[in-house]
């Protein structure tokens, strides 16, 4: 089996902290049309033990000022304007989008955004679009601060605060915004052809679990690259790879991965041993157990007969033990 050449990958710092963006109001901040706030518990209580937030509040920015009158979407869903609900000729479209497009260049440093839901600056999707007499539209659309910030960086891990309560997406999104992380480390550290290969290698098993196709097709996307081609190929590559890792892992997708992994050990358990590993797997497939199960035995069991690939796998580990994703699926 080959080894994964993860020496020449530099590795996230121990306790590294990404940095994300995030809606203002979902971090308590008194900035909403009302002066109040939509502060998250799950970002304000288990988030921020493990990332270091950056607020924004666009409406704030574009200086209307708090209290204010609420806005909303007008027009077609998918060009809308953004006006005053009560006095229809305050037009902040521009100037939303205008700072959207600042915000996404400043921010540079930043591994992920997360977005208010239903806001016409900041929701991500179904937002209320309005018709011109007033009805709301059959349409949902995008926030235009949102909508700007996204075009401009399309790669960017982006989630709204509302699809975080599902388990499913919460460990998805953690799981791009530290691959998101880890490969700013490598730009910041020099990209080699090595190091993006060592990148791909790591990722190995957490795309195959996303999406085997993909794994496929990066891997071919990489085997063409000739020497000096590293800094051409890597933009495309990362954008696919976040493609791929923005699919969600299935109990199946995830038990085949399992199994896999399970294979490096076949030299070293006795039938006992690869039994209790096949039944704790089929359990998770089954919905009996959550993935954390499997993945706990799986652990212990290279602590005790270590496997060079395997210990360079991100599945392993994508995001920190504590945030304890992986007890929900
Ligand atoms: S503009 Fe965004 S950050 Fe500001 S209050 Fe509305 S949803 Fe929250």
Redesign the pocket.
């Known amino acids: 089996m080959r080894e994964c050449p993860s020496s020449d990958l530099p590795a996230l710092p121990e306790g590294f902290r990404p940095k994300l963006a995030i809606?203002?109001?979902?971090i308590g901040e008194e900035?909403?049309?009302n002066g109040g706030h939509?502060a998250s518990q799950f970002c304000t209580r288990v988030l921020a033990e493990h990332v270091d937030f950056v607020p924004?509040?666009?409406?704030?920015a574009v200086g209307l000022g708090v209290p204010r009158q609420p806005i909303r979407l007008v027009g077609d869903a998918a060009q809308p304007r953004a006006l005053g609900s009560v006095t229809p000729s305050l037009d902040v479209t521009a100037p939303l989008a205008e700072y959207g497009e600042r915000m996404a260049a400043s921010l540079s440093g930043v591994s992920g955004y997360i977005f208010?839901h239903k806001?016409p600056?900041?929701g991500l999707e179904r937002v209320k679009v309005y018709r011109e007499d007033g009805v709301p539209g059959p349409d949902g659309g995008r926030g235009l601060?949102a909508q700007a910030f996204c075009a401009a960086r399309p790669d960017l891990p982006v989630e709204e605060d509302g699809r975080l309560c599902d388990p499913v997406l919460r460990e998805n999104f953690l799981v791009r915004v530290y691959a998101y992380a880890q490969w700013q480390h490598l730009l910041a550290h020099g990209l080699t052809k090595g190091r993006l290969l060592a990148f791909h290698a790591r990722y190995k098993y957490q795309l195959m679990a996303n999406h085997p196709q993909h794994y496929k097709t990066l891997g071919r996307l990489l085997g063409s690259m000739g020497r000096d081609q590293a800094e051409t190929i890597a933009p495309h590559y990362f954008s696919a790879l976040m493609a791929a890792l923005s699919r969600c892992a299935t109990r199946g997708t995830h038990s085949n991965v399992l199994q896999h992994i399970a294979g490096y050990l076949r030299g070293s358990l006795d039938r006992a041993g690869r039994q209790e590993l096949e039944q704790l797997i089929a359990q998770y497939r089954n919905g009996v157990v959550p993935l954390v199960v499997p993945l706990t035995l799986l652990k212990h069991l290279f602590r005790l007969y270590p496997h060079p690939y395997i210990a360079g796998q991100v599945y392993l580990q994508p995001h920190p033990e504590t945030l304890s994703l992986r007890n929900a699926i």
């Open positions: 809606s203002a109001c979902l900035v909403r049309y939509k924004v509040c666009p409406e704030v208010m806001s600056s900041c601060y």
